[in-house]
């Protein structure tokens, strides 16, 4: 069963960072890229970039350059995402996904549970 | 950017009612790169259509997806109860890469 398991809620205050991460089960972890996807709270899915767990690789959305940083481990087939200099408006639920690319198509599955993220002083 | 925009925003149906949710691009989108996904309150979205038209594994036959170019479809030929949730479609192209509509409310009436 392919799982995608990620760390639990944070509350942060401004100014800080967090890193969330995501353990990936039940595939090989080096065959599929791994994205980040949030959602604010009442709102829509908004795409941060992904990561090549083979080279290492990422590819970040320009609204979150310089600020957001994805790394992973091989060795326990654990992705993380690190958000730095937190506002309020980064409050949200963020979400790993698998990308598939199969027959010409790419697809995001399965999703983490979903990781809360609170900035508040 | 390639901007995604879902119609109707929200969208009252009893059950056994036909659904009908679009998916409007700002420019051409491959088929290959336009998926559907379900979300439930409290839960990760789930992948429903990849491709446009093809169903994921496990999705019911009562799901369908359809389109080309800049307009998509998904169609929910009679709504069950547990099918009372949100809808998006996402792109997956070149620059940037993911986009996502703003969603669909699929109440009941």
């Known amino acids: 069963q392919v799982l995608l398991v990620q760390s639990g809620a944070e509350v942060k205050e401004p100014g800080a960072s967090v890193k969330v991460s995501c353990k990936a089960s039940g595939y090989t972890f080096t065959g599929y890229y791994i994205h980040w996807v949030r959602q604010a709270p009442g709102q829509g899915l908004e795409w941060m970039g992904w990561?090549?767990?083979?080279?290492?690789?990422?590819n970040y959305a320009q609204k979150f350059q310089g600020r957001v940083t994805m790394t992973r481990d091989t060795s326990i087939n654990t992705a993380y995402m690190e958000l730095s200099r937190l506002r309020s408006d980064d409050t949200a639920v963020y979400y790993c996904a698998r990308d598939v690319l199969l027959r010409g198509a790419h697809w995001f599955d399965p999703w983490g549970q979903g990781t809360l993220v609170t900035v508040s002083s | 950017e390639i901007v995604l925009t879902q119609s109707p925003g929200t969208l009252s149906l009893f059950p056994g009612e036909r659904a009908t949710l679009s998916c409007r691009a700002s420019q051409s989108v491959s088929s290959s790169y336009l998926t559907w996904y379900q979300q439930k309150p409290g839960q990760a979205p789930r992948l429903l259509i990849y491709?446009?038209?093809s169903r994921a594994t496990g999705i019911p036959d009562r799901f369908s997806g359809s389109g080309s170019g800049t307009d998509f479809t998904l169609t929910i030929s009679r709504v069950e109860p547990e099918d009372f949730a949100l809808y998006y479609c996402q792109q997956y192209g070149s620059s940037p890469p993911i986009t996502f509509g703003q969603g669909t409310r699929l109440e009941i009436k």
């Open positions: 990561i090549s767990p083979k080279s290492g690789g990422t």
């Open positions: 491709g446009a038209s």
